[in-house]
């Protein structure tokens, strides 16, 4: 399956035909995800606003998307040698060591205990 096929579908029976380059409309979508333009800022070579924004909505919500960046991730890994999948895991110690205090909420009094005594000494050095 390449990418073009993980969106490319077959056109609805009675339906138009498309009115926009399904390529381009990838095209612009990988523009603007990969510059991080604002939707009103896309060059005018590419598809309006709009259509990309309807696109958009529309593969991100029945998971074309989701599809396309899995079989580019494959088709990548695969360039470079490597297994479809990676096979290896980070494990943070901090993380670790964080859920054998009890987590979020040992982290939270601490800070609160700290933001208290600075408030203290302050206070209480200037009565000094």
């Not at 579908?9 to 399904?22: E, F, H, L, P, Q």
């Not at 980070?90 to 009094?109: F, L, M, P, W, Y």
Request: aromatic share 8%; net charge positive; charged share 25%.
């Amino acid at each position: 399956m390449g990418a073009g096929r993980a969106f490319d579908s077959a056109a609805k029976r009675g339906g138009r035909r498309r009115a926009v380059d399904v390529r381009e409309v990838l095209n612009g979508l990988l523009y603007v995800l990969s510059t991080g333009c604002q939707w009103r800022a896309v060059p005018k070579d590419l598809p309006p606003k709009s259509t990309l924004f309807s696109y958009f909505d529309l593969w991100n919500w029945d998971g074309t998307l989701g599809r396309i960046h899995q079989e580019l991730y494959v088709k990548c890994r695969a360039a470079l040698g490597r297994e479809a999948s990676p096979t290896a895991a980070i494990i943070d110690s901090q993380s670790v060591k964080g859920a054998e205090k009890g987590g979020v909420a040992s982290t939270r009094a601490g800070m609160m205990r700290g933001r208290r005594s600075k408030a203290r000494s302050a206070i209480s050095s200037s009565i000094r």
